[in-house]
């Protein structure tokens, strides 16, 4: 099984491009970078735009949208024009998550379904052929930094089991000792910030990551 890693950006200093794409520099090594978007509507916080997005240049890296958003239907084009490759969204913040979910696949652009620590998979179920892949949560949308929530990893394992082909996204508190586990339920992507960017070598926190 091949494991691709997510950097994010969240828990860097956003407010300043040249940080940012410093950042994107040190770790060339990664799968895509992964773009936190909040509305301060669906979470207290409040992040960047597509515009912002656009403008970090990833090169090769490819842009992972994840969409912490209410109206996420009214958002995507606009990330789709900024260059996500992958964009998912919460289900219960879109009015249809069906058609949007066809939409962003009808642009070239894999859709995703995320889930919170608090939304059982039995609310995604009816998605699951569909979508080109699920995010898994597993610490509280919002703040980077955040703890691994155990109970998440159940999650991860019966997807794995009800879906084997399904790509999954693992998201939050994953670090050079939480990825193993992960990676055992049966995740594929592997989204970390805190972890990455606080290392002396992004570089080598990825591959630890990858190689977990
Ligand atoms: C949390 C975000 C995560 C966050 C992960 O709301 O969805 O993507 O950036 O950050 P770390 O790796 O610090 O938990
Ligand atoms: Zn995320």
Request: proline residues 4%; hydrophobic residues 45%; positive net charge.
């Given at each position: 099984?091949?494991?691709?890693?997510?950097?994010?950006?969240?828990?860097?200093?956003?407010?300043?491009?040249?940080?940012?794409?410093?950042?994107?520099?040190?770790?060339?090594?990664?799968?895509?970078?992964?773009?936190?978007?909040?509305?301060?509507?669906?979470?207290?916080?409040?992040?960047f735009?597509?515009?912002?997005?656009?403008?970090?240049?990833?090169?090769?890296?490819?842009?992972?949208?994840?969409?912490?958003?209410?109206?996420?239907?009214?958002?995507?084009?606009?990330?789709?024009?900024?260059?996500?490759?992958?964009?998912?969204?919460?289900?219960?913040?879109?009015?249809?998550?069906?058609?949007?979910i066809?939409k962003?696949?009808?642009?070239?652009?894999?859709?995703?379904?995320?889930?919170?620590?608090?939304?059982?998979?039995?609310?995604?179920?009816?998605?699951?052929?569909?979508?080109?892949?699920?995010?898994?949560?597993?610490?509280?949308?919002?703040?980077?930094?955040?703890?691994?929530?155990?109970?998440?990893?159940?999650k991860?394992?019966?997807?794995?089991?009800?879906?084997?082909?399904?790509?999954?996204?693992?998201?939050?508190?994953?670090?050079?000792?939480?990825?193993?586990?992960?990676?055992?339920?049966?995740?594929?992507?592997?989204?970390?910030?805190?972890?990455?960017?606080?290392?002396?070598?992004?570089?080598?926190?990825?591959d630890?990551?990858?190689?977990?």
């Amino acid at each position: 099984m091949i494991i691709k890693v997510a950097a994010s950006i969240l828990s860097l200093d956003y407010s300043d491009i040249t940080i940012i794409n410093q950042a994107v520099m040190r770790v060339s090594n990664a799968d895509f970078i992964h773009f936190d978007v909040m509305d301060g509507k669906f979470v207290k916080d409040k992040t960047f735009d597509s515009d912002f997005v656009k403008s970090v240049n990833t090169g090769v890296i490819k842009k992972d949208v994840h969409l912490m958003t209410k109206q996420p239907e009214k958002l995507a084009d606009k990330f789709i024009d900024a260059g996500a490759a992958m964009i998912s969204f919460h289900a219960e913040a879109a009015k249809s998550p069906k058609k949007l979910i066809e939409k962003i696949k009808s642009k070239g652009v894999l859709a995703g379904i995320a889930v919170s620590p608090a939304t059982p998979i039995k609310k995604i179920e009816k998605l699951l052929d569909d979508i080109d892949f699920v995010l898994v949560m597993t610490v509280k949308p919002g703040k980077p930094g955040q703890k691994l929530i155990e109970a998440t990893i159940k999650k991860i394992k019966s997807l794995t089991k009800k879906k084997p082909d399904l790509i999954i996204e693992v998201d939050g508190g994953i670090n050079a000792d939480t990825a193993h586990e992960v990676i055992e339920a049966g995740a594929d992507i592997l989204v970390a910030g805190s972890y990455i960017f606080n290392s002396q070598d992004p570089k080598i926190a990825v591959d630890i990551l990858r190689n977990s």
